[in-house]
């Protein structure tokens, strides 16, 4: 079993940054693909950024490409979510999630762990 837990949540202004970490326990992490999703309020979850095991490739929605950077730690069990330039349709819980079945996938039926969200809100 693998334990999400992500932080760096907050309230910011448009243009502003914010860099969201989600720590890992219970495994490492190593060898899983790791995501970032995010869920505004009445719409579906959607993919936001993946990291394969190795860090060596990436995947990001094009609504935050040039914006957003997903990096991780393997020796600390961390995934990082830096934010840059963010715009109030930002807004949402951003979940972190691990799978190690498919490979870098924007598919979020095929992360097995999840984490409990952390809140971001971007006023304009």
């Known amino acids: 079993q693998v334990q999400l837990v992500e932080s760096g949540g907050g309230l910011v202004q448009a243009g502003g940054s914010l860099r969201l970490s989600c720590a890992a326990s219970?495994?490492?992490?190593?060898?899983?693909?790791m995501g970032w999703f995010r869920q505004a309020p009445g719409k579906e979850r959607e993919f936001v950024a993946a990291?394969?095991?190795?860090?060596?490739?990436?995947d990001y929605a094009d609504s935050v490409k040039g914006r957003f950077t997903i990096s991780r730690d393997n020796a600390k069990n961390t995934v990082y979510l830096q934010m840059n330039s963010l715009k109030p349709e930002d807004t949402a819980a951003y979940y972190c999630?691990?799978?190690?079945?498919?490979?870098?996938?924007?598919?979020?039926?095929?992360?097995?762990?999840w984490g409990q969200g952390t809140q971001v809100t971007v006023s304009s």
């Open positions: 990291i394969s095991w190795s860090g060596g490739r990436t």
């Open positions: 999630a691990a799978e190690d079945a498919y490979g870098l996938t924007r598919t979020s039926a095929w992360y097995d762990y």
């Open positions: 219970g495994r490492t992490i190593s060898s899983y693909v």
